[in-house]
């Protein structure tokens, strides 16, 4: 039954555990699930169950998004987000191994503190942060979450901080001013 149920396609688990593994989908991204939230709705026979998953999905060479699905079961929850996400990319500005400059994002009661770092720090950062920023390919940062640690908020205001960035390059140019 189980090697049928691989030949026709199902049993999307075994792939799914491979590539959470690796860290890595077919196309060469980086996808970490955030949060996996059951919800119930009480009809007449019982309960009926659903699941919502947050996903952020990155190249770890810049480009990073995050997704949110919802399905019946978990594993088509994650395929959702993670095409929602795949959709959405976009590219972050960095200066070597971190980022150009401190920056504060906000979404909601969220708000998230982006500093840069020395090169060998790492990355000083809690779990939706820490996702966000391994999968866009930062490697040295420093952050303070503030105010609400909701997950999908923390996420949000991570990527509006780092849509904030930008680089002596793109400032000069917005500018009009040569460097």
Same mark, same amino acid.
């Given at each position: 039954?189980?090697?049928?149920?691989?030949?026709?396609?199902?049993?999307?688990? &075994?792939?799914?555990? !491979?590539?959470?593994?690796?860290?890595?989908?077919?196309?060469?991204?980086? &996808?970490?699930?955030?949060?996996?939230?059951?919800?119930? *709705?009480?009809?007449?026979?019982?309960?009926?169950?659903?699941?919502? *998953?947050?996903?952020?999905?990155?190249?770890?060479?810049?480009?990073?998004?995050?997704?949110?699905?919802? *399905?019946?079961?978990?594993?088509?929850?994650?395929?959702?987000?993670?095409?929602?996400?795949?959709?959405?990319?976009?590219?972050?500005?960095?200066?070597?191994?971190?980022?150009?400059?401190?920056?504060?994002?906000?979404?909601?009661?969220?708000?998230?503190? +982006?500093?840069?770092?020395?090169?060998?720090?790492?990355?000083?950062?809690?779990?939706?942060?820490?996702?966000?920023?391994?999968? *866009?390919?930062?490697?040295?940062?420093?952050?303070? !979450?503030?105010?609400?640690? !909701?997950?999908? !908020?923390?996420?949000?205001?991570?990527?509006?901080?780092?849509?904030?960035?930008?680089?002596?390059?793109?400032?000069? &140019? +917005?500018?009009?001013?040569?460097?």
């Amino acid at each position: 039954m189980a090697q049928e149920k691989q030949e026709r396609g199902g049993g999307g688990g &075994e792939r799914r555990r !491979n590539r959470k593994e690796e860290g890595k989908s077919d196309s060469d991204q980086f &996808e970490s699930v955030i949060q996996i939230k059951r919800c119930a *709705a009480v009809v007449k026979g019982g309960r009926r169950f659903s699941f919502n *998953a947050l996903v952020v999905v990155g190249d770890k060479r810049g480009s990073v998004s995050f997704g949110y699905g919802k *399905a019946k079961e978990v594993p088509p929850a994650v395929d959702k987000a993670v095409k929602s996400a795949s959709r959405r990319m976009k590219k972050v500005p960095m200066r070597g191994s971190t980022i150009p400059h401190r920056v504060t994002g906000r979404y909601g009661a969220s708000k998230v503190l +982006l500093i840069p770092a020395a090169p060998g720090t790492g990355i000083i950062a809690g779990r939706g942060v820490r996702d966000v920023v391994v999968a *866009a390919g930062i490697h040295d940062i420093l952050t303070k !979450n503030l105010g609400s640690t !909701n997950p999908i !908020n923390v996420v949000k205001a991570t990527l509006d901080g780092l849509s904030k960035l930008r680089t002596r390059e793109s400032v000069a &140019e +917005l500018r009009g001013v040569t460097l």
